[in-house]
Each structure stands twice: as structure tokens, then as C-alpha cells.
């Protein structure tokens, strides 16, 4: 049996003990919460089922992706993944203010985690099914990531309405983004040709990175920016297109969430 299975499995009992009580506030919402955490096995079976009943269709059901699912993300290093991202979640946004708002309701979460079963399916080689996951998934959370984009654990995407990731970005851990963010390409070029995103790096809403440069870890872009070449580690950047303005004053402003640029000028 997979370790994350056997209780006490923190993540998974706060879910349920949260599922309760939102029972017990708002009884109209009694049977969805029921039917994806009270009567879930564990984590990963809940998950499983709040993705296939959002992404569902009458080509391919709930029941079928529910199937399909959950294998995947029982698989362990998908399941911490997982867990990390919806902490995550949790820690950064002072909207969620439990560990069930943002697993039955938000669509950074959500998208997130969908994105990483196409993952493991275009690894595995079965790429036409990723890429129908991938359509799905745009159309149901108005979020577009290729399923070859490589992305860390621990990442909150915030809002995540037109979050666009091209094929061959990489994002690392701890990495928070907003609303709006692309990591696209600058044209028709093939190959490597999409953003390297270190860890603990802040996307400012709407910060637009474009081509295979390398933003680097600690660093921040400021909403409506427009990356066009690397970003040194620990740096602000900001405009169009983007410009070094200092350091942010966290060293991982991916986690502390600190939007503002006035305090980070140069030392």
C-alpha cells in the first residue's frame, strides 16, 4: 500500500474535519462536500474525483477520468506534490482560509493538478490523451499549460484566469504566480525556446516572460512587466520591457507574496 494511504495523514484529516463543519454551516452544500471528501478513502481518491467532475464531458465521463486519475496521482512524488501546492495555497492567500476552499473551489489549485496527471501521461508517452487533457483544462479553468512544461512542487497560482506555459518552460519550487502570467516563446522558433523560472520567484499579475531566458531564483517581476532577457537571482524587475530596479527585501518572494517595488531599491 502507498505510505500516503495509511492515516494519520494530516492534510487528509483537516480535509475532512473542514468537510464537516462545512457541512454542519451550509447544509445546501451537505451532499458535494459528502461526495468528494466525506465518503473519499483519501486524499488522492478526492482529488481525483473533484477533477473528473470538473473536467468530465460526454466523449470521455467523470467515471472514466476518475479511473484514469487517481493511479496518477496516488503515485508518491505527485501526491506530495500535490499536498505542497494546496499548502501552498493556504499560506499565501489570505482568501483561503481553510485547506477545503481551495481544494473544492479554486482553479489555480485545480488546473494545477490536472496539469500534472498530463504530465505524467506526455512522459509516459501517451501524448494525444495529454494534449486532450491539456484542451480540457483551458476550457473548464481558463488556464493553458502545455503538458510538457516541467513545474515544481509548493506553487500557489493565484486567481490563474489567461495563465498561459509553453511547452519547454521550467518553473521551479515555491514559485507563486497571478492572474495573467505567460511564459510563452518570441515567434515560430523549434527546441528550447520558453522560460526557465527559478524557485522562490514572485509573477507580479499579468507579468508577460517571454522566450528561453532565465528568471533567477529569489527574484521578482512586477504585474504587467515584460521579460525579454535573464533576470540575475535576487532581483526586481519591472516595465516594458523589463528593467533590474533593486532586490526584493524577502529572499524568497515567491513565499512572502510581497507585491510592492517601492522598498526594493538598490542597496
Not at 495529454?130 to 513545474?151: F, K, M, N, T
Request: charged share 20%; aromatic share 6%.
Amino acid at each position: 500500500m502507498n505510505p500516503l494511504f495509511v492515516d494519520p495523514d494530516p492534510i487528509w484529516q483537516r480535509l475532512r474535519h473542514e468537510a464537516d463543519a462545512l457541512v454542519a454551516r451550509e447544509s445546501l452544500l451537505g451532499a458535494f462536500a459528502r461526495s468528494f471528501i466525506g465518503e473519499r478513502s483519501h486524499f488522492e481518491d478526492a482529488l481525483a474525483a473533484i477533477l473528473a467532475n470538473r473536467l468530465g464531458e460526454m466523449a470521455l465521463g467523470a467515471s472514466d477520468l476518475h479511473q484514469l486519475f487517481l493511479p496518477i496521482l496516488a503515485r508518491t512524488e505527485i501526491g506530495n506534490a500535490s499536498r505542497k501546492d494546496l499548502s501552498a495555497v493556504v499560506e499565501r492567500d489570505p482568501a483561503a482560509q481553510s485547506l477545503a476552499l481551495p481544494f473544492l473551489h479554486f482553479k489555480g489549485f485545480q488546473s494545477l493538478q490536472a496539469y500534472r496527471v498530463a504530465h505524467f501521461l506526455w512522459n509516459s508517452g501517451r501524448k494525444d490523451l495529454a494534449v486532450y487533457l491539456q484542451g480540457r483544462i483551458a476550457l473548464v479553468y481558463g488556464v493553458d499549460i502545455h503538458p510538457a512544461a516541467s513545474i515544481g512542487f509548493g506553487i500557489l497560482i493565484d486567481h490563474a484566469t489567461g495563465v498561459v506555459v509553453g511547452e519547454t518552460a521550467v518553473i521551479g519550487n515555491d514559485v507563486s504566480m497571478l492572474h495573467g502570467v505567460t511564459l510563452g516563446g518570441t515567434g515560430k522558433q523549434t527546441g528550447d525556446r520558453h522560460p526557465k523560472v527559478g524557485s522562490g520567484v514572485l509573477l507580479g499579475a499579468g507579468a508577460i516572460i517571454l522566450g528561453n531566458v532565465r528568471i533567477g531564483d529569489g527574484s521578482k517581476v512586477g504585474a504587467g512587466s515584460v521579460v525579454l532577457a535573464d533576470v540575475p537571482p535576487h532581483c526586481t524587475v519591472v516595465g516594458v520591457p523589463a528593467r533590474v530596479v533593486g532586490h526584493p527585501r524577502a529572499n524568497e518572494p515567491g513565499l512572502s507574496m510581497d507585491q510592492a517595488i517601492e522598498d526594493d531599491g538598490e542597496d
